[in-house]
């Protein structure tokens, strides 16, 4: 699915307050409330917003211990590995990264731990080796996928040069039911002469009432 600008601004206001309501959103963005909930419930099934979750502290505070670990694993059982580990509670996170290796990032109660958690499920299979572990001292930034973080996968792109339309406000006509967007006045005007026909015919079939 190709995000619009109304889309960016329902996520903006949901990305500040996850529990904003429907009324909420809609008031906050102008949009009406019907609009506001069909456009969430399309980005859910489009699996743009995956759920709704509480984030939970996990200060180092919490956590007395957060080690990354690097395990070496033969190439056919590096995902199998991994998606074994990604069940413990203490993964965090796993990734499958070239080599292969799998790499970890672990909570744990103390540093300890580590020895005892390594020695429990790391020899998961025989070929899996342990490559590396480093507990983290400091954390400089950890959290939710940003929405600038996301801008790549979500830039929106001109309806009729396919170029991105990156910043202010873009041009937009209406056809059917959904939008199209321009990244300029000269693209609109192409796209409008272009389609001139079609969009008519559409603007007839949308009206019928008054064909009669
Ligand atoms: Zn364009």
Not at 58 to 86: E, G, Q, W
Not at 161 to 172: A, E, L, M, N, Y
Request: glycine share 4%; aromatic share 4%; with cysteine.
């Amino acid at each position: 699915m190709k995000p619009d600008s109304v889309d960016l601004s329902i996520l903006k206001t949901l990305i500040d307050d996850g529990r904003a309501s429907m009324r909420q959103i809609a008031q906050r963005t102008g949009l009406s409330t019907p609009t506001v909930s069909a456009r969430i419930a399309r980005m859910r099934k489009a699996g743009l917003i995956r759920g709704f979750v509480p984030i939970l502290s996990s200060s180092p505070l919490d956590r007395k211990a957060i080690a990354l670990v690097t395990l070496k694993v033969p190439p056919p059982c590096a995902a199998a590995v991994a998606n074994k580990l990604a069940r413990l509670p203490e993964v965090e996170d796993a990734y499958v990264v070239a080599g292969p290796y799998v790499l970890l990032k672990l909570a744990l109660e103390s540093p300890q731990i580590l020895q005892k958690f390594l020695a429990d499920n790391a020899s998961l299979g025989s070929d899996v080796e342990l490559a590396s572990t480093q507990v983290v001292t400091e954390i400089i930034k950890e959290g939710p996928v940003s929405l600038e973080a996301t801008k790549l996968t979500i830039r929106l792109k001109c309806d009729y040069c396919d170029g991105d339309i990156s910043s202010g406000r873009p041009f937009r006509v209406r056809v059917d039911k959904s939008d199209r967007y321009f990244c300029c006045k000269t693209c609109k005007r192409a796209y409008l002469e272009k389609y001139a026909l079609r969009l008519s015919k559409l603007r007839k079939l949308a009206r019928p009432a008054l064909q009669s």
